[in-house]
């Protein structure tokens, strides 16, 4: 089984299929059960990879978990039944080699475009998921106009008085009245702001209530995924 199957069938990456081979071969195993080969990725690059035996299989399983190790077996069982039965059959002429061959390479090109467009979701996908858990972990609410500042440094060019302008618009603050600025009751209800209120003590004795905006850290996950999500940043940002 190549290591390119192994990593199709465990979802792992490729690369990391590659590594915890290495490390094993490192260890001092007999490489007779890990014979290193070749393929040609989707950009007709040469690159290296790894055919193993069962045993090869079993002992590089042996240190995944158990599910990926149920992958493994169960493929090989696969593999076994089918040798049986006469459904997979050693190329009895150079012809029906090279036809096996053409065959496998297929399969492998196929695996590799599989594993190479997760690795480039995986790609796109990482700033907003660090982003995101980021602002989780955080206790820290912020002002609209520090969101303004954190869409900046992710590509979204807007400003602190646009952004309010769209989510008075898109129905997240107020428009209008004594609550201008002030998150809607659908905003208040999705967890996405909080109000801080501050006492102002006058000279005249009075006292003086100011309420202040703030975006929670599930609300900068929330603003930042959504422009982020948007294919046309412009748009979003109108």
Not at 128 to 136: D, G, I, N, T, Y
Not at 215 to 220: A, S
């Amino acid at each position: 089984m190549s290591s390119l199957e192994i990593a199709e069938l465990t979802g792992k990456q490729h690369a990391h299929v590659m590594r915890d081979i290495r490390s094993l071969l490192e260890q001092g195993l007999s490489e007779s059960n890990f014979g290193l080969g070749s393929y040609t990725d989707a950009n007709g690059q040469s690159r290296p990879c790894y055919n193993l035996t069962k045993k090869g299989c079993l002992i590089l399983a042996s240190g995944y978990d158990a599910k990926l190790r149920e992958r493994i077996i169960d493929r090989w069982e696969q593999l076994e039944i089918q040798s049986q039965n006469g459904t997979f059959q050693i190329p009895q002429s150079f012809s029906e080699a090279l036809m096996l061959a053409a065959k496998q390479a297929q399969q492998i090109e196929e695996q590799q475009k599989q594993i190479k467009a997760k690795d480039e979701q995986i790609r796109q996908d990482a700033p907003r998921v660090l982003f995101s858990k980021a602002v989780e972990t955080a206790k820290r609410s912020c002002l609209v106009a520090e969101l303004a500042k954190i869409l900046q440094q992710n590509g979204i060019n807007i400003g602190q008085n646009r952004l309010f302008d769209w989510m008075r618009r898109k129905g997240y603050l107020c428009s209008k009245g004594q609550y201008y600025n002030q998150p809607t009751q659908k905003a208040m209800e999705l967890g996405l702001f909080e109000l801080k209120q501050t006492s102002i003590n006058k000279p005249d004795g009075s006292v003086l209530v100011s309420t202040t905006t703030k975006v929670t850290g599930k609300g900068q996950v929330y603003f930042v995924d959504k422009f982020l999500s948007e294919t046309n940043v412009g748009r979003a940002a109108v």
